[in-house]
């Protein structure tokens, strides 16, 4: 069992900065690739970016290319979402995800253990 705790949202102007962060719980962090989601109201849960279990390998949606970036830190347990040049459309509640295998990454059914997620929300 994983629970995952997210932190580090708030309100921020458009081109601003946040970095969110997402502590694990239990002995087995560093055996699960972790990846972050968000959706925004009246939206469909989107894939945001995703990191391997040694942090060697990373993929990005489109839309968070260049801007955003992934880390993790398996010693803390933790796994880093650094958001920059924020835009009113990265508002969104993001929620961090463990999943058991490094595959495609961007669906949510290959994810076990969910996060409750952080409000982030950019204003223009």
């Known amino acids: 069992q994983v629970q995952l705790v997210e932190s580090g949202g708030g309100l921020v102007q458009a081109g601003a900065s946040l970095r969110l962060s997402c502590v694990a719980s239990?002995?087995?962090?560093?055996?699960?690739?972790m990846g972050w989601f968000r959706q925004a109201p009246g939206k469909e849960r989107e894939f945001v970016i995703a990191?391997?279990?040694?942090?060697?390998?990373?993929y990005y949606a489109d839309s968070v290319k260049g801007r955003f970036t992934i880390s993790r830190d398996n010693a803390k347990n933790t796994v880093y979402l650094q958001m920059n040049s924020l835009r009113p459309e990265d508002t969104a509640v993001y929620y961090c995800?463990?999943?058991?295998?490094?595959?495609?990454?961007?669906?949510?059914?290959?994810?076990?253990?969910w996060g409750q997620g952080t409000q982030v929300t950019v204003s223009s």
């Open positions: 239990g002995r087995t962090f560093s055996s699960y690739a």
């Open positions: 990191i391997s279990r040694s942090g060697g390998s990373i």
């Open positions: 995800a463990a999943a058991p295998d490094w595959a495609t990454m961007t669906r949510g059914y290959e994810y076990d253990y």
